[in-house]
């Protein structure tokens, strides 16, 4: 597969680019390579190669679900101006 001129400046104007016409050679080529990578990748045998998340096979380790700090609402809240029932009170700013 290839693209021309045209079909890069409707690409352009998709994403809202702007290309200029001396860009349009360049981009041209570019483009073209990347899209030859892609056949080459497609031509590659995967049969039995089952999908990973993670190509070095690493496992996320994980801690226990415990609490490891006080309850400090007390003193965290003493600063300020207005609570209630654990809560910060604040003045109504929308009527």
Do not use: H, K, W
């Not at 899209?35 to 801690?63: H, I, K, S, W, Y």
Request: net charge negative; glycine share 4%.
């Amino acid at each position: 597969m290839s693209v021309s001129g045209d079909t890069i400046r409707e690409i352009a104007q998709l994403a809202r680019l702007r290309v200029e016409d001396d860009e349009l050679p360049e981009l041209t080529v570019s483009f073209n390579a990347i899209l030859d990578l892609f056949e080459q990748l497609q031509a590659a045998p995967t049969d039995g190669v089952e999908p990973m998340a993670n190509p070095l096979d690493n496992r996320q380790t994980l801690r226990e679900d415990i609490v490891t700090e006080e309850n400090q609402r007390g003193a965290l809240q003493s600063t300020a101006p207005l609570t209630e029932d654990g809560l910060y009170l604040v003045p109504r700013v929308v009527d």
